[in-house]
């Protein structure tokens, strides 16, 4: 008579079964405490974090990486530009007063800006001929407090959006010098490049598609030929470096930003010599 052990193999295999299952089971718990407690937590220490922090983060439940604290937003916290270009602020621009802005400019704006939009110092933008939607955006960014500078500040804020437009309609209504180009000199082609052409390369587009008139680009876009070189230069280092953060869209800090030194300096100079 056969042993009825014999007939049933799988009986013999299951030391074996037993086994290997513990083994498998003992690698995976291990892999699981290295990899989602002790690698963490000797990580997360060496970062400063607490251990509980580090575990979670292995784990997905928080973000960041174990391996280093969480990276944080240090940029001050300055609004944007508060203008849009509505029916109603357009209708605003569109009724305004040119002689109640001369009174205006006469009382507040003269002594930095000239009666007829021609600035007394270098670090004042000139404001004769400009675009009156950029000077208006401009005078309006320094109300929100989107632009801040310590004199113009306090000034905007005292005015209300009517006066700004009156403002803005009367210097763009003063004449430029219009002076000829081809009696300023030979310019470097690299900087008549970036302002017909760009620099599709870095993603610079050119400086005329937005700064020449009448290319129908953003309306709040200022005119720049003639405007002072040094004003031009310091508000292209502002934008690069992020101290001044009323563009739309962050046009002008992403452009700026890429700009070398020389390219600054040439761009401010070519402008200020009255190209267009």
Known sequence: MSDPRLSEPHVLDQPWRVWATVAVLTIVLAGALLGVVIIPVVQGRAAGLDAFTAICRA?????????QPQPSDRTPPTPVSQVTWTPEVLQVLARANTERGRAKVLEVCVACHGEQGVSVAPEFPHLNGQSGPAIYKQLHDYQSGSRVHPLMTDIAKALDEPVIA????????????????????ELPANIVQLVELGDPNRNIPPCAAC???????????PILHEQGQNYLALQLKAYASGERRNDVYARMRTIASQLTPAEIDGLSRYYAAGFR
């Open 59 to 67: 784990l997905g439940i928080k973000p960041g990486s174990p391996a």
């Open 166 to 185: 009156d403002v803005a309609a009367y210097y763009a209504g003063q004449p430029k010098r219009n002076p000829n180009p081809a009696t300023l000199g």
């Open 211 to 221: 700064h020449r008139p009448g290319v129908g680009g953003p309306i709040e876009a």
